[in-house]
């Protein structure tokens, strides 16, 4: 069994608007990445249970990029789903109202290649990027 890693981050925004933010491929492009030298040139999303998310990322200079593919296994909409990506680790999101914000919480499976702390950097600092992204849209 892999380890499992915890992330969470408190957004000034209501939970309908961040699970859109998080959701919705035309907002996904514009926070799915970690540093300021990557981007997300493309997502799909088919939100159903046996659905699709698929995104591409890559480096800005195109030195490296790749694509993350899961299936949905669970889908409560407005509120949670869990996906399995193609390597079987699993990875579940949930928003909760916590005193007029909004918490994500994402619990992944953690993979062998990396250590488990650059591994939470690595998925905090893309969650950091989408609360920076969501709160500065204008609802």
């Known amino acids: 069994m892999?380890?499992?890693i915890a992330i969470s981050a408190e957004i000034k925004a209501s939970g309908d608007q961040v699970w859109n933010c998080y959701t919705k491929p035309?907002?996904?492009v514009n926070w799915n990445f970690a540093s300021d030298d990557w981007h997300c040139p493309k997502a799909e999303n088919n939100l159903?249970?046996?659905g699709e998310y698929s995104v591409f990322m890559e480096a800005k200079d195109g030195s490296?990029?790749?694509n993350l593919k899961a299936t949905y296994t669970h889908v409560k909409l407005g509120e949670s789903f869990i996906f399995e990506m193609a390597d079987g680790r699993n990875v579940s999101f949930e928003i909760l109202d916590v005193h007029g914000l909004t918490r994500v919480e994402i619990v992944f499976d953690a993979e062998s290649q990396n250590p488990l702390e650059l591994q939470r950097q690595g998925w905090q600092a893309i969650?950091?990027?989408f609360k920076k992204y969501t709160e500065s849209q204008s609802f």
């Open 2 to 4: 892999p380890e499992k």
């Open 26 to 28: 035309e907002h996904i």
């Open 48 to 50: 159903t249970i046996g």
């Open 64 to 66: 490296f990029g790749f």
């Open 127 to 129: 969650l950091d990027n």
